[in-house]
């Protein structure tokens, strides 16, 4: 509450004394108007006196430097900050200090966004392969072997990396890593990432030998490949499992009804994608 607003509240407790009138009147709570009524018949005032309380232990120049490392490398450890931090000024700050000083500077540790890099080319390659395949109906879509893995298990055991960024920032460029990333009946189109090693010349003459036609594929286009967004749908419910799987038998069988799931979610999302 500001000052002014203080000093009316004791106005009023001292000329209505009642709570429950005065709290309603200015909207706070109950029990806050009740603990400056005490104070206010003790001291006179309901204005909070100063108190020194413990040092801050970070001058502004060490919350300006903090605060620049940060954003320099926005993959730097709270660790990593204080140390370097303490090193400087000669003062010893911990990474709890150095969280809450980003925290309030608006940088918090958050995953960043992933991509690939891509130049002029791909982006022309990929347009082009998006409007040749815009018209697909379910049944060419349903020949289509996507190709693509994922790793379930029991227990987390991810190694995720972290940076500082501030609120809504999340796709910023600074805040992005760039990185590269299959039932068929007999008449089947094969779809690989393009990877060096899918690419070999003893991989293509496997495929060739065995009869199995690849599928046309841009580079550096896993997004366009919606198995890529079948393992965060499989992961997101998996952990919204009111039971989750303690066996691998158990998470091999929940992993096979999600999957279940997933084909008229697949109907909606062609749909939605197709020229009106």
């Known amino acids: 509450m500001l000052l002014p607003e203080v000093e009316s509240l004791g106005e009023k407790l001292e000329e209505v004394r009642?709570?429950?009138?005065?709290?309603?009147?200015?909207?706070?709570?109950?029990?806050?108007?009740?603990?400056?009524?005490?104070?206010?018949?003790?001291?006179?005032?309901?204005?909070?006196?100063?108190?020194?309380?413990?040092?801050?232990?970070t001058t502004p120049a060490d919350e300006r430097y903090i605060d620049l490392q940060a954003r320099r490398n926005r993959r730097q450890t709270a660790g990593k900050i204080a140390r370097n931090t303490t090193q400087a000024t000669g003062r010893p700050i911990s990474r709890f200090t150095v969280a809450r000083r980003l925290h309030g500077g608006g940088l918090f540790a958050r995953r960043p966004v992933r991509c690939v890099p891509l130049t002029p080319a791909h982006r022309r390659r990929r347009s082009l392969w998006c409007r040749e395949h815009r018209n697909w109906r379910d049944s060419e879509w349903g020949r289509v072997l996507f190709r693509d893995e994922s790793r379930f298990s029991l227990s987390s055991d991810s190694h995720r990396i972290l940076i500082w960024r501030e609120r809504g920032s999340r796709n910023h460029p600074s805040n992005i890593i760039e990185r590269d990333i299959g039932a068929m009946g007999l008449q089947f189109l094969f779809m690989d990432d393009n990877a060096p090693c899918h690419c070999t010349v003893a991989a293509k003459q496997l495929l060739e030998s065995d009869y199995i036609e690849r599928m046309d594929w841009p580079a550096r286009s896993p997004d366009l490949n919606p198995i890529e967004h079948v393992w965060g749908f499989l992961c997101r419910r998996l952990s919204a499992r009111t039971l989750p799987p303690v066996t691998t038998r158990e998470l091999r069988s929940a992993l096979q009804c999600l999957k279940n799931s997933l084909t008229p979610l697949f109907s909606a999302w062609a749909d939605a994608v197709k020229p009106a």
């Open 18 to 57: 009642n709570v429950t009138s005065v709290a309603a009147e200015f909207g706070i709570a109950q029990s806050i108007v009740s603990r400056l009524w005490r104070k206010y018949q003790t001291t006179g005032t309901a204005i909070r006196g100063f108190s020194s309380g413990h040092p801050r232990g």
